[in-house]
C-alpha cells in the first residue's frame, strides 16, 4: 500500500522559513517525479515545484529563489525548504508522486503565514 506522509507545516510570521517533508512508504521516490502543490481557501490547486526521478528540479515562478525541493533517497523522502514566506503562500500543502498511470497523493499539510 502507498502513502504519501506530509509533516513540516504549522504558523509562521511573514519573512520566516519552514521546511516541510514528504515521506514515502510502499513506493521508492527516487522511481518517481515528486511535486508540491498547495491550494489556498477558495483557489484551486496548484502546483509549486517538483523533483524529477533524474534529480532535475523546477518550480513555479512565484516561489523560484524562495522555495528549494530535494530528495533524499536513502531517507526516501522529498522535502520543500520555503524561505521568505509571504501572507499569500499560506495554503494546504500536497505532495504527490507520479509516473505513467500511477498517480499518489498525500493528506496534506497546513501552512499559514501571519503575523
Known amino acids: 500500500q502507498v502513502q504519501l506522509v506530509e509533516s513540516g507545516g504549522g504558523l509562521v510570521q511573514p519573512g520566516g522559513s519552514l521546511r516541510l517533508s514528504c515521506a514515502g512508504s510502499?513506493?521508492?521516490?527516487?522511481?518517481?517525479?515528486t511535486n508540491w502543490y498547495r491550494q489556498a481557501p477558495d483557489k484551486q490547486r496548484e502546483f509549486v515545484a517538483g523533483?524529477?526521478?533524474?534529480?532535475?528540479?523546477a518550480a513555479a515562478a512565484s516561489v523560484k529563489g524562495r522555495f528549494t525541493i530535494s530528495r533524499d533517497n536513502i531517507k526516501n523522502t522529498v522535502d520543500l525548504q520555503m524561505n521568505g514566506l509571504k501572507r499569500e503562500d499560506t495554503a494546504a500543502y500536497y505532495c504527490n508522486a507520479s509516473r505513467l498511470l500511477e498517480d499518489y497523493w498525500g493528506q496534506g499539510t497546513q501552512v499559514t503565514v501571519s503575523s
Open positions: 523533483i524529477g526521478s533524474g534529480g532535475d528540479t
Open positions: 510502499g513506493i521508492r521516490l527516487s522511481m518517481y517525479a
